[in-house]
């Protein structure tokens, strides 16, 4: 309906009318003027009955006033039922009499009972009431008037007012529509929705089954999820304890209809969590569903969390049940904690003199007896002597003390326990043990006393030889005879020249271990050659230098001055006996400086056999002054970046640390002694020969040369000047290896490789000696020589 002014009924309008409207839908009507003055979007009722039966509707129609419908005047009902889901307010239609006014007691209490009946019959047609019955009043609840029929009828009547509201009205969601018209009088219709089922909508006729996953309690609008930690399995479920508890091992988010088994790392311990939870680092879930993780095996470990399977530790290394890391080795490994590779373990097999227990670290290493290393914190072992019997001052274990010293023998301590802790003792190396110095004076008289006897012994025995005495007694005369005729042999046979080379050969091989940091092969062998090391055997036999008050420095001073004290002594000596017989002469012809001479060149023979003899065994112990031995300390970490630690000591007195101020002093004196002998002493052999190579080239000897003849009598004319030359050779052999740095050992042998084949061809060569024997021999012991340095390069070559 549209108009400019007034618009009345967009669907149906009655004026005056009766109207009755049966199964009828008036829906999406509109009553609509420019002045909003349009009423009655689905009805307008301007008087007269109009009667909505059968389930009528009148839905989603639009005016200003009266959306559904607008009653101005007249009668609108609607007789129940009404459509299944609907409802209206109810009133069961009757006639309203007036209330019975009798005087008569009896007379009004029949009246009241005919009420009821009388209010279900109605006025005839000229409105006078059934006999018997108070006339009607004037305000009645239904039109029954205009249609009797609806006498005794359950209707609503509608006000007379405009109306927006839908009609007949909607039964409320979570509650059923029903046909029965009692049912139809309120929002809550034929009541809520059963239990285990929902009407979702409003005028519902039907439930819905409640799904899996959700329960519907009475009266439900929609399903309500079962809980966390539960599920539902099942339609129908009416209440929250209708669902079923989430099992351990699984979960159940709300609305679940079956239970999540926990995926394989993860587990629930009950029902109660909505979600997994991850196993701890060191502990797995193998399958699905675990309610609980296992912890890892010994062997095995785990450094993640919420894994499925342990790891296998790697071959060598160990746990413990529920480890995250092995942290164990097996036996046969150990572990180093500063390594930058926690997890692995090393193999000990391939470190000698150790053995690894099961759980080993680096610090719990047993070393084996026999081997020591210096501290808890490195794995570089080092192999100890072994004296008589087998016996060794390193007793092994696992405890390192300090400094190593927690793996010597009682009485034993230092690097390779080879101090000794009792200070007036010295280590034997022959025995490896430790040996009481004695009485240091009553040592040091018999060495002096010793000298002086020997000196003497000597001088008698050549003076007798040389001499022309003769005793009384037979056998004493037979035995000088023998000794003359015995030196007379030596004197043709060349025996001087072929001892010489003897006594080389020996101090070259004896320096051979020292030098070349090489183990002889045979003990006999190894002590026949130490034998040959004069310094060691004056110093072993007489006073060992760890029993010297002053240490290293005063052995080091008794080692390279005693012969040049000695030769002073004899010197002397020789003097005052020449000054002795200057006395018996003439007072005429008596020369003190002539007497002086005498005495020198007497003793000359002597001092250069004593610097023969000694000068290799002085310079090496001077050399050794600058040899010191390193030992790993501790194998550094990854904090320090794996610098490794050394502590170095001196190759002969490992009791004086490298880097101490008693070592310094000790050094910066053996370089001063370089002058004494290793320069020294050629210096002074080649400057005797210069000073009489006339005499001795020319074969015109005076006293000098013939004093000096130790060093040119071998050699033919042209070679006077070879024995400095031999003894640098010897020097180079021995001495100058020792200035290559420690752990270069091999670059010293090729040294003194090179060394002996240059001898070797230049020998072959020059053919420097008068006898041919003697030039074979020396050609034989420089290529033994070479041979020996080829061995021992080999020897060397197959460490690395």
């Given at each position: 309906a549209n108009g400019t002014k007034y618009a009345e009924g967009g669907g149906v309008l009655g004026v005056s009318a009766n109207i009755s409207l049966t199964n009828s839908t008036v829906a999406h009507c509109v009553a609509n003027s420019t002045d909003h003055g349009a009423s009655g979007g689905g009805l307008h009722v301007d008087g007269g009955f109009v009667t909505l039966t059968g389930g009528s509707f009148i839905r989603n129609c639009t005016a200003d006033v009266g959306a559904a419908l607008q009653i101005v005047a007249g009668v609108v009902t609607y007789p129940f039922p009404t459509a299944v889901g609907y409802w209206l307010p109810q009133t069961e239609c009757r006639v309203y009499r007036e209330a019975?006014?009798?005087?008569?007691?009896?007379?009004?209490?029949?009246?009241?009972?005919?009420?009821?009946?009388?209010?279900?019959?109605?006025?005839?047609?000229?409105?006078?009431?059934p006999a018997g019955c108070q006339p009607a009043s004037a305000v009645q609840p239904c039109a029954w008037k205009n249609d009797k029929s609806l006498l005794l009828k359950l209707m609503y009547q509608l006000p007379v007012q405009p109306h927006d509201q839908d009609l007949p009205f909607a039964c409320i969601a979570g509650y059923l529509g029903s046909p029965a018209e009692l049912n139809q009088s309120s929002p809550f219709c034929a009541g809520p929705c059963p239990a285990g089922t929902f009407c979702e909508a409003e005028a519902s006729t039907a439930t819905t089954v409640c799904p899996v996953g959700s329960f519907c309690p009475t009266g439900s609008i929609r399903p309500r999820l079962c809980p966390s930690a539960t599920f539902g399995n099942a339609t129908g479920l009416k209440s929250?304890?209708?669902?079923?508890?989430?099992?351990?091992?699984?979960?159940?988010?709300?609305?679940?209809?079956?239970p999540t088994p926990c995926p394989a790392g993860l587990f629930a311990a009950n029902g109660s969590f909505d979600r997994c939870e991850e196993c701890d680092a060191g502990s797995v879930a193998n399958d699905t569903g675990a309610w609980k993780c296992e912890l890892c095996k010994e062997g095995e470990y785990q450094p993640l969390r919420g894994m499925s399977e342990c790891r296998v530790c790697p071959r060598g290394s160990s746990s413990i049940e529920g480890a995250t890391t092995c942290?164990?080795?097996?036996?046969?490994?150990?572990k180093n904690p500063n390594s930058d590779a926690e997890d692995d373990c090393s193999d000990c097999s391939t470190v000698d003199g150790i053995a690894c227990p099961r759980n080993t670290t680096l610090s719990t290493i047993d070393i084996r007896q026999g081997y020591w290393r210096h501290s808890a914190s490195t794995k570089v072992v080092y192999e100890c002597r072994s004296g008589d019997n087998g016996r060794t001052p390193c007793a092994g274990g696992k405890n390192a003390g300090t400094n190593?010293?927690?793996?010597?023998?009682?009485?034993?301590?230092?690097?390779?326990?080879?101090l000794c802790t009792d200070g007036n003792a010295y280590f034997e190396e022959s025995s490896a043990r430790c040996i009481d110095c004695g009485n240091i004076v009553t040592n040091v008289?018999?060495?002096?006393?010793?000298?002086?006897?020997?000196?003497?012994?000597?001088?008698?025995?050549?003076?007798?030889v040389r001499g022309s005495w003769q005793p009384r007694n037979a056998v004493a005369a037979q035995a000088l005879a023998r000794a003359r005729r015995f030196s007379q042999v030596w004197l043709q046979l060349g025996m001087q020249s072929k001892v010489k080379?003897?006594?080389?050969?020996?101090?070259?091989?004896?320096?051979?271990?020292?030098?070349?940091?090489?183990?002889?092969?045979?003990?006999?062998?190894?002590k026949w050659v130490n034998a040959l090391s004069w310094p060691t055997f004056i110093d072993s036999v007489f006073l060992p230098g760890e029993c010297y008050t002053g240490g290293y420095f005063a052995l080091l001073l008794s080692s390279a001055l005693w012969p040049i004290g000695l030769i002073f002594v004899v010197t002397a000596a020789s003097i005052a006996w020449e000054s002795v017989r200057e006395l018996q002469s003439v007072p005429q012809v008596r020369s003190w400086r002539g007497a002086a001479v005498h005495g020198v060149g007497r003793a000359l023979p002597f001092a250069l056999f004593l610097t023969f003899l000694c000068v290799i065994s002085a310079s090496t112990r001077i050399f050794k002054t600058f040899l010191c031995d390193s030992f790993v300390f501790d194998d550094g970490s990854a904090a320090n970046d794996f610098n490794t630690a050394y502590h170095e000591y001196l190759h002969d007195d490992y009791s004086l640390e490298c880097n101490s101020s008693e070592y310094m002093r000790s050094r910066n004196w053996a370089y001063a002694l370089i002058a004494f002998w290793p320069a020294g002493v050629p210096l002074l052999y080649a400057t005797m020969l210069a000073a009489n190579r006339k005499a001795i080239s020319k074969r015109v000897p005076n006293e000098l040369s013939r004093s000096i003849g130790f060093l040119h009598r071998d050699y033919k004319h042209q070679f006077f000047w070879w024995e400095p030359i031999e003894l640098l050779r010897k020097l180079c052999l021995t001495d100058v290896p020792l200035l290559i740095g420690t752990g270069q050992e091999t670059a010293r042998v090729i040294l003194a490789l090179l060394v002996s084949l240059v001898a070797l061809v230049t020998h072959f060569v020059l053919q420097p000696f008068k006898r041919g024997v003697d030039n074979w021999l020396s050609t034989f012991i420089n290529f033994a020589l070479t041979l020996i340095y080829l061995t021992v390069l080999l020897i060397k070559g197959s460490c690395f």
């Open positions: 019975c006014q009798q005087t008569n007691p009896g007379e009004q209490r029949q009246c009241n009972a005919r009420r009821d009946n009388c209010s279900a019959q109605p006025d005839d047609t000229n409105g006078t009431a929250e304890q209708d669902c079923t508890a989430c099992p351990r091992g699984h979960t159940c988010t709300a609305g679940s209809s079956a942290a164990l080795c097996e036996n046969g490994f150990y190593g010293d927690g793996y010597c023998a009682i009485g034993h301590k230092g690097p390779v326990c080879e008289i018999a060495l002096v006393t010793a000298a002086i006897v020997v000196v003497l012994l000597i001088a008698a025995a050549v003076s007798l080379q003897a006594i080389g050969l020996y101090q070259v091989i004896a320096a051979i271990p020292t030098v070349f940091n090489v183990t002889l092969p045979d003990e006999s062998y190894a």
